[in-house]
């Protein structure tokens, strides 16, 4: 005899299926091939702009590039199955569909599929704002150009360097407020907005929901005249919305795929992005750390099939470097092969950040690559007001800036090129950890490199002490030397030749002196250690 427990038991169990069956849930289906397609490698403009068919280190045209089969689409369609958006590099189409739907599908072109989201796309009332709020700066101008200046942008721009002719793609959350921005206003009057897309919705329209990608834009892009100055302001802008900051699933890495490949067929040079991923709402979609090689995350493909279309990929390495983190390492895809992954150093000192997250990748490869000012970074937000915030998601953007100003100087070089250029500009070059990268690059540097004026080991043999800001009006100077000593002694002499302060140094090669006590005038910085003296003038005020 069966018990009416148990039969009712199975009956929930069946009900449950049956719900799982029947819901409508976003997932990758991959095609087994791309045969018999109307596009040919031949033929390549007509899917991908000249600029791109032309960009400097592109791999030669693959199937890869091509489009996928519109066949197999119309397929997908006529089984009932929602197509959002196709996948011509993983030669799929990201879909909305029952998992009853997928597992009858009747075509032999169909792989396999991936459940990647829970329900359907986004509504227009689906999102959340993201306003990180800040401190504002009430106009301090010097504070602003302070992260610019540690990487030599302001000599950059002042060389005529702005990023003109430079496309850079913006694959964030969202662009809140962007459109009526005084500080982004140039873009649009130029018209160098060329394309924005919501991959998230599938709508053209980005201004809307999170304030990150905004932020994120605005501290390379931004520019008024004596107020703020973003070290690529000159550039040609994409923007894409990759993702839905109400939800967190697998998803946002295909979007980000998709735009990726949105920004090469359109030409894009340089891809900027500040997304980081490791973990999700449906946990079997988490990540661990044997993941961290280049090769397992979605993203960190994207970011690798990017590079080989001669794009520079710029990325975040995220906040996880607290003890209080669970994961306290890099997240997806600073991993990836290519990547130019930034970390953040802090404002007043130049030191790394304790949320910075650190290497290495699984593989034992170092990272971060470079650093950048992510603590205490100014940047606009959406009211058009100058606020500092903290974040390696600002330090990335940092980079991106030098790297537009590097790209126009030297229009020749390939995305490999440009990305070893930058990080062997870095301040840490010569002796690299999990923790700095290479260390903060520069303008200046990466300059003298390129054109054969100094190598790699010699970074600093003209420029061996840097001392910013300067003029110093903050009641701080900072001091960055190429090497660091056991213990150094740094004395501020005036014009009389008398020391008006002095301090040890223990260990390191960044370090933040307070100069308020001290009057205005013309002083130097003399730096002593058992190998060397190193002088250099500074104007306090």
């Keep these: 005899m ?26 990758m289906v991959f095609f087994t091939d791309k045969a018999s397609s109307p596009y040919t490698i031949d033929n390549p403009i007509e899917y991908l702009s000249q600029k791109a068919i032309d960009r400097n280190n592109r ?3 693959t199937v890869e590039d091509l489009p996928v089969n519109p066949s197999y689409i119309l397929g997908l369609k006529e089984q009932g199955v929602s197509v959002l958006f196709t996948s011509k590099w993983l030669n799929g189409a990201l879909v909305e569909s029952t998992l009853s739907q997928l597992e009858a599908l ?39 150009f302070n992260q610019n200046e540690v990487l030599h942008v302001p000599k950059m721009n002042a060389d005529g ?57 605005s501290v390379f892009g931004a520019f008024v005249e004596g107020s703020y100055i973003g070290g690529g302001y000159g550039a040609d802008f994409d923007l894409f919305i990759t993702e839905d900051v109400g939800s967190e699933y697998r998803i946002e890495e295909y979007n980000w795929l998709i735009a990726a490949e949105k920004a090469d067929s359109a030409g894009v040079d340089i891809i900027t992005t500040s997304l980081g991923y490791y973990d999700f709402d449906d946990p079997s979609m988490n990540y661990d750390l044997d993941d961290l090689n280049g090769n397992t995350a979605i993203i960190s493909q994207a970011v690798d099939l990017a590079f080989s279309k001669g794009m520079l990929v710029i990325t975040s390495v995220g906040n996880e470097g607290r003890e209080t983190s669970l994961w306290k390492r890099i997240t997806f895809p600073a991993d990836a092969n290519s990547v130019l992954a930034v970390g953040a150093v802090e404002n007043s000192n130049l030191l790394k950040t304790d949320f910075s997250s650190p290497g290495p990748t699984a593989d034992g490869r170092i990272k971060p690559d ?38 126009q100087k030297y229009p020749a070089l390939s995305n490999i090129e440009l990305k070893e250029l930058i990080i062997q500009s870095g301040d840490n ?36 002490m840097l001392i910013f800001p300067n003029p110093s009006k903050n009641g701080f100077i ?31 090669n960044h370090f933040t002196i307070d100069v308020s006590g001290i009057n205005k005038g013309l002083y130097f910085v003399k730096v002593r250690s058992m190998k060397s003296v190193k002088q250099e003038s500074v104007v306090i005020e």
Aim: aromatic share 10%; proline share 2%; net charge negative.
């Design 370 to 407: 470079v650093m950048a000012i992510g603590g205490g970074t100014t940047y606009i937000n959406s009211t058009s007001v100058i606020a500092t915030g903290n974040g390696t998601s600002y330090a990335a953007p940092l980079i991106t800036g030098l790297a537009v100003g590097l790209w």
């Design 59 to 61: 791999s030669v045209i």
């Design 429 to 464: 070059y010569d002796n690299p950890d999990n923790s700095y990268g290479y260390g903060v690059p520069n303008y200046t540097r990466a300059s003298n490199i390129q054109e054969g004026i100094l190598t790699g080991l010699d970074l600093y043999k003209d420029e061996h």
């Design 161 to 217: 360097y702005i990023g003109t002719g430079v496309r850079v793609a913006v694959l964030d959350g969202g662009f809140l407020g962007i459109d009526n921005n005084v500080y982004l206003k140039h873009a649009f009057t130029d018209n160098r907005i060329l394309m924005t897309y919501d991959l998230a919705r599938k709508s053209s329209y980005v201004y809307d929901y999170s304030t990150h990608g905004a932020e994120v834009f």
């Design 106 to 144: 009747n075509l032999s072109y169909v792989n396999r599929f991936e459940y990647v989201a829970l329900g359907t796309r986004p509504t227009s009332n689906g999102r959340i704002s993201d306003e990180h709020g800040g401190v504002l700066t009430n106009g301090k101008t010097e504070l602003t």
């Design 2 to 27: 069966v018990r009416s427990s148990t039969i009712f038991s199975f009956l929930i169990i069946m009900c449950l299926q049956n719900i799982v069956l029947s819901q409508t849930n976003r997932y």
């Design 478 to 508: 900072n001091v960055e030397l190429r090497e660091k000593s056991a213990e150094m002694s740094l004395e501020i002499i005036n014009m009389h030749g008398q020391i008006v302060k002095k301090q040890t140094i223990m260990n390191a």
